[in-house]
């Protein structure tokens, strides 16, 4: 009889789709979660890509943010849709124009692609060293550019992703060149070749 009721039970197939779902399901889950996450972060990505755009327009305009802070605001409040707890980091370098936002120019010498010491270089900002951004951290004055960078971090859609090893946040940047007006006279400085 026991050998009757074990050929029974290899033959039922009763119940194969919901063990074959519970096997399946936790694998689905975590892809679909991760796939959400990702697109999240694109979405919020291109949030951040457009606020700074707006805010490179913006500080054009005759109407435009009087101030850093204002600045600041603006994209805050545009990104701020996405959720609570959101922190915010900006950093701003100004540049006597669009063509000095690069590593000041050298002299290779021995053709290394990296400037060595006794190499000559545009010394952009004045300190007497190479540099690899010459921008000064500030909004700059007059007709400056201003490399504005927002940097934000948020809190994942799912708390799944600190199970696999990962943040419970996301850091996502945005970037963009901002020409101040010139309100004022300004005063280019020279730049200075220096062989050290």
Known sequence: MSAALARRFTRDRRGVTAIEFALVAPVLCALLMG??????????????????????????????????????????????????????????RSYSSFLMVKPENFTDKNGNGKRDPGECFDDVNG??????????QSQ??????????????????????????????????GETLLKNQPYKTQVVQPVESVCT
């Not at 101030?67 to 980091?89: E, K």
């Not at 400056?144 to 943040?167: E, I, K, Q």
């Open 140 to 173: 700059g004055g007059a007709n400056d550019v201003t490399r504005y960078t927002m940097t934000v971090t948020y809190n994942r859609l799912f708390p799944f992703a600190t199970l696999t090893g990962l943040s419970p946040t996301q850091t996502i940047t």
């Open 127 to 136: 300190n007497k060293q190479w540099d690899v951004d010459p921008g000064r």
């Open 35 to 92: 796939v959400c996450d990702l697109l999240y972060q694109a979405y919020a990505q291109s949030i951040l890509d457009g606020a700074m755009y707006k805010a490179g327009r913006d500080s054009a305009l005759e109407n435009n943010a009087r101030s850093a802070a204002d600045i600041d605001a603006r994209v805050q409040a545009i990104v701020s849709v996405l959720g609570p707890n959101m922190r915010f980091v900006p950093e701003r």
